[in-house]
């Protein structure tokens, strides 16, 4: 799915209005009704007491058009019209026009801080004070307020924005609303997803509001949400007739005295992701170590028993995995610098990798094209150094991918997967998998899919969506505390299934 800008959206909107030959009042009338849908299809005519909150652009007129079909299905509510400024858009003004006409408790006007009303626990807020029209930061007053909403404890639910957020900037020390719910217009905005400010939006859903379907379709978007439907359209299923050879040739290399561990979930979860044939290439005390975990996997070791000094030279793989447990040992960093020398074919490159490419940033240039890196927020601020915030992030993150040619995969919560200026905003995924060891498991499943000969981009898509929703199939029945990362690799398979609801039918009782 693509993720629009404020920008885009407004376009969208005249886009609209033009196409389908209707007036904005109208279109605020057909959003507003939806989100009144959504409220009754919930509250079902439930006594709570409901406060709207409304600016006086559109965003408050969406809240007007709500609150008038809320005091037409009888519901408890109390109008509030937040006095920011003087000014009033004309669709905010004809809905204030026709809320008076339904009802004789008119809206309340809110001036100042004296004019706050007692917020309780119980009550249901609906916010409609800033959309995508927000232009700075919320100061003064209505930041008061905004405060108040959020220390109430009240259930909050956002019309189209949490206000205070931007869909494409951050506004440094304005107030944000913390929303329990986000009912947002035609498109996810860019700052849902980021880590700064994600915690904002609460639970998200996304309403299509009927904007012209043909400019939706052409738009320009380099911004891709990563759901299951884009995962499906990756996946390439076995051909009945073929062998492991048909599945690649995949080498690992990591690991050391200590943390041979890393390199087990890697391979493990590469021979879970299909790969046809697996080495690794570890110090040699983690040899046994390796047998017997996994006895499916080859394996190759170092001259040094505690760390890595020299890649196999002349081993013949179609994708190359380094780094993890691997240390940043001189010895180490000289033993990649000499293998980019003469590298063709993509390596993934994890952990204490990234960390030696931070230190030696001339390696940077000798990575072969479209090979992938995959750092966690501190392995990536050693290769980037600091950010302003999360948008400053990105755009250095994109300056990286575009000056090297790399696929950048930026892990988080909501992890993104850089592609020169193109960026895929990954949607699996839950906080379960927050523990050692799942970020070796995903490289291990992108080098698998890079092998079985998808293209690094389309692998890393499909490594990063799947990895996150074979978590959420493990946290589902162990929660998210006993998540192991080895679960992870363990349930690729069935996430893949998932992908196409080929799951099993459950066990019948006779
Ligand atoms: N896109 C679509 O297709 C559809 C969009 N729709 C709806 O329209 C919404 C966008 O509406 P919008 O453009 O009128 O802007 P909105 O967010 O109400 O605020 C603008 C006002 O706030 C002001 N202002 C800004 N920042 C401020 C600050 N920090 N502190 C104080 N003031 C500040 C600014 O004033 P100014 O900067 O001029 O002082 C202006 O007066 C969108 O989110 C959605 O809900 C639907 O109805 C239909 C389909
Ligand atoms: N809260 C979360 N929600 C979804 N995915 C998460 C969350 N926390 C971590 N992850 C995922 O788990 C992995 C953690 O990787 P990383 O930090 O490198 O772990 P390690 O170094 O222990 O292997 C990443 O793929 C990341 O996206
Ligand atoms: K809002």
């Known amino acids: 799915m693509k993720i629009l800008t404020a920008a885009q959206l407004a376009e969208a909107d005249k886009v609209t209005l033009e196409k389908q030959d209707i007036t904005s009042e109208e279109l605020m009338e057909r959003a507003g009704t939806l989100v009144f849908n959504e409220i009754h299809k919930r509250l079902q005519g439930a006594p709570i007491p409901i406060k709207i909150f409304c600016g006086i652009g559109n965003n408050g007129g969406d809240g007007l058009v709500v609150a008038r079909h809320l005091i ?196 493990r979860a590469a021979m879970r992701s299909g790969t046809g044939l697996c080495t690794v290439y570890i110090p040699e005390c983690g040899y046994d170590a390796l047998q017997i975990s996994i006895p499916e996997v080859m394996v190759l070791t170092d001259q040094n028993s505690k760390m890595i000094t020299k890649f196999p030279s002349d081993f013949d793989a179609d994708v190359f995995c380094f780094g993890m447990g691997a240390g940043t040992n001189e010895a180490t960093a000289n033993a990649l610098g000499e293998f980019l020398e003469t590298q063709k074919k993509p390596v993934v490159i994890d952990a204490d990798g990234i960390n030696i490419l931070s230190k030696n940033k001339s390696l940077l240039k000798k990575m072969p094209e479209n090979s992938v890196i995959t750092p966690h927020p501190g392995e990536l601020k050693r290769l980037i150094g600091e950010w302003k915030d999360d948008f400053d992030k990105l755009d250095k993150v994109k300056a990286l991918s575009k000056k090297f040619k790399l696929i950048i995969v930026v892990k988080g919560a909501h992890t993104f997967i850089v592609n020169n200026e193109e960026v895929y905003i990954n949607s699996s995924g839950n906080p379960g998998m927050a523990t050692a060891g799942s970020g070796d498991v995903l490289s291990g499943v992108i080098t698998s899919f890079i092998g079985q000969n998808y293209s690094s981009l389309a692998a890393t898509i499909l490594a990063v969506y799947l990895h996150g929703s074979s978590g959420t199939l493990v946290s589902d029945q162990l929660g998210y505390e006993s998540l192991l990362a080895g679960d992870i690799a363990d349930n690729i398979g069935r996430a893949v299934q998932q992908l196409f609801n080929r799951n099993p039918e459950p066990e019948q009782k006779n």
Request: glycine residues 10%; aromatic residues 12%; hydrophobic residues 40%.
């Open 72 to 267: 037409q299905h009888g519901y408890e509510v109390r109008t509030f019209i937040v006095n920011y400024s003087d000014k009033r858009s004309e669709d905010f003004l004809s809905n204030y026009e026709k809320l008076k006409e339904i009802t004789n408790d008119w809206p309340e006007l809110i001036k100042s801080k004296n004019g706050f009303p007692e917020i309780h626990t119980g009550d249901f807020v609906i916010d409609a004070l800033f959309g995508i029209g927000l232009n700075r930061a919320v100061e003064g007053w209505p930041a008061d307020l905004i405060n108040l909403i959020n220390t109430s404890q009240a259930f909050v639910l956002s019309i189209d924005m949490p206000s205070g957020l931007a869909p494409d900037q951050v506004f440094k020390d304005g107030a944000v609303i913390k929303a329990g719910y986000t009912l947002s217009f035609q498109s996810p905005k860019l700052s849902f997803y980021l880590p700064d400010t994600m915690e904002y939006v609460g639970d998200l859903q996304v309403i299509d509001i009927a904007l012209d379907r043909e400019y939706l379709g052409k738009v320009d978007s380099n911004i891709f949400l990563i759901g299951k439907e884009e995962a499906q359209s990756l996946y390439r299923s076995r051909k009945i007739n073929s062998h492991k050879g048909d599945y690649g040739k995949v080498l690992i290399i990591g690991g050391s005295y200590g943390k041979i561990g890393s390199v087990i979930l890697a391979s």
